[in-house]
């Protein structure tokens, strides 16, 4: 099966910066859309970015210009840098890839376990 493992995320004050990685491993015959989702206590989840398998992002308008999402098609692998970090921007993150097990089969949405970034003086 498919397995997404996310690393990074921590503490850090304000202004600071941080980055995240996604890996996917298990049976992938191929990735498309791959990207990064927030949710703060008491709030729904939200996208923070994403990006296709060619290279477009999108972003959220509240951390454009802060935010940069890329990926790694050889290895599965999303990221997510995170700079100019804020408190509002304290959350669990959680990836998101769009994998294919097989050729032909159509791709299902699969999820990291989530990682905690905390945002404080």
């Known amino acids: 099966q498919v397995q997404l493992v996310e690393s990074g995320g921590g503490s850090v004050q304000p202004g600071e910066s941080l980055s995240l990685s996604c890996a996917a491993s298990?049976?992938?015959?191929?990735?498309?859309?791959m990207g990064w989702y927030r949710q703060a206590p008491g709030t729904q989840r939200e996208l923070v970015a994403d990006?296709?398998?060619?290279?477009?992002?999108n972003y959220a308008e509240s951390v454009k210009g802060r935010f940069a999402i890329s990926r790694d098609n050889a290895k599965n692998t999303v990221f997510l840098q995170m700079n100019r970090l804020k408190p509002e921007d304290t959350a669990v993150y959680y990836c998101k890839q769009a994998i294919s097990p097989s050729e032909s089969v159509l791709s299902y949405d699969y999820w990291g376990q989530g990682t905690q970034v905390t945002v404080s003086s």
């Open positions: 990006i296709t398998r060619d290279g477009r992002r």
């Open positions: 298990g049976s992938i015959f191929r990735t498309s859309l």
